[in-house]
Structure formats: C-alpha cells, structure tokens
C-alpha cells in the first residue's frame, strides 16, 4: 500500500519578476530606483534579469544582486550567463546574468547554460537557467529564474524544450519568472503552458503588457506556476527605471496529497 503524506499548510507568498536593464534606462543608471520599486512591491521572492557583476563602467563594476541582497535585507543567488575575464588583471570576472532575490532561506542555487545554436549572423547571446531551492516556510519551492532569446523563435524553443528537460527531473512545487522574449500566441509560450499554467492568463490578463516601459505593447514577462499553487492576484508595475515593467503575483502554494 502506497503510503500518503501532506505537504502542510496552505502558504501565501508573492512573487516578481523584473528585467532590470543592468540598473536602469540610460543616462539613469540607479539601483537605489530598481530596490525601491522591489521594496514598495512587498515581494517575497523575486527573479531579476540582466543582472551585472563587476561587469563594466556601464553599472560601476557593482555586484548589483549583492547590493540590492543588502539593501534590502534578502538571500540571493546569482547566475552568470556571460563570464569574462576581468579587464583589470587580478580583479573580479565581468559576469552578466539573472539573479534571485528572497526574503526566505534559499536552499540551493545553479545555473544551467542553455544550448547556444551558432548562427553565423546575428550570433546568440548566452543563455540560462538559474534554479533555487528556496524553503518557504517548511515548503520547499523550486524557483526558476530564465532570460530566453531575444532574437529567433527556434532558439527559443530549443532552451524551453531543454528548461523542461531540466525540471522535469524535479518533484514538487515549481514556479518559473522570467523575460521569456515572446508573447503568448506563440508556440514558444504554448510549449511552456503545456506544461505549467501562465498565471497571468488564469486571470484573464492576457494583455497585461510589459514591454517597452515607456509605451507596452507585448507581454513578453511571466510567471508560470505548478498545478498545486493557485494564483490570486497578478499586477504590472508601472515605473520608468527600466525599459521592463516588473510584474508580481500574490500566490497560494495549496495543501497537496502524494503517493509515495
């Protein structure tokens, strides 16, 4: 006889996702604005994109996911997607990538580098997947953190066809945040909610647009969640300190039943 066991309590938790611009539109580079905004949010958890790490002059050279982990007080976890070598000799690696924000303990944290097709015009950027373990209140949620291509359906595609791969060798929670690059007719986004229900169009807002900030058109930033957790409400931010609208979303990870 298969024996059952519950998860626990019904948890409350609120989610973002926020493509960052590296700390702004230029000639506004701030983090100060970007944590700000984060803060007002009430987030719990938050994937963050196009993230520096002693990257350039462009962001100061600033590990911007350590500065932003201290100023507001939470964990993070960091993925570098691009990893140069220091252009001071002796210094830190210029690192460019997401990045994990939490107000909960994370548990664990890797980044996995997606597939780069090379195209001989137009190459593609590195990609990746950042994964955390993060221990919300007893439950141990999977959050994923991706910033798919920006440039060619098919590479889309294949990093979607590899983020499956990946997580389906997991059990249990999962809740995906990212700048997924396309909108949500497309097959690349139909691929994902094959699996993993689009939490804003459980809402019925599909034309909550998110991309450019200054004039939005495109959903192209989502929050895609398991079938055990339930979206309550879902909200776009509406803010110039980056050329992304952040997006959050007031979840339930619901009371489940396994066989074990």
């Known amino acids: ?132 373990v993060i221990n919300v209140r007893g439950n141990h949620v999977h959050f994923y953190n991706t910033h798919l291509d920006d440039q060619r359906a098919e590479q889309r595609e294949l990093q979607i066809k590899e983020i499956h791969d990946l997580v389906n060798q997991k059990e249990g929670t999962s809740i995906f945040v990212g700048d997924f690059n396309a909108t949500p007719e497309s097959s690349e986004i139909l691929k994902m909610t094959a699996q993993y229900k689009d939490g804003f169009a459980e809402l019925g807002q599909n034309n909550d647009f998110t991309f450019p900030a200054d004039k939005p058109d495109s959903r192209i930033d989502y929050i895609f969640i398991s079938e055990d957790v339930k979206i309550c409400t879902g909200e776009v931010i509406n803010t110039n300190v980056s050329d992304h609208l952040p997006i959050t979303a007031e979840l339930v990870l619901k009371k489940m039943t396994f066989n074990k």
């Open 1 to 132: 006889m298969k024996e059952r066991y519950s998860r626990g309590k019904e948890t409350d938790i609120k989610v973002m996702t926020f493509n960052i611009h590296h700390g702004g539109t230029e000639p506004i580079l701030d983090l100060k604005r970007i944590a700000d905004i984060i803060k007002t949010s009430g987030a719990d958890i938050i994937g963050l994109q196009e993230v520096d790490n002693h990257f350039s002059e462009r962001s100061n050279f600033e590990d911007q996911a350590k500065w932003l982990a201290n100023y507001l007080g939470m964990h993070y976890a960091y993925g570098a997607n691009l990893n140069y070598d220091s252009i001071h000799e002796g210094e830190h690696r210029s690192q460019y990538g997401t990045a994990v924000l939490s107000k909960y303990p994370i548990l664990s944290a890797e980044n996995h580098l997606l597939t780069t097709i090379p195209y001989p015009e137009n190459p593609t950027e590195q990609r990746g997947l950042l994964e955390t």
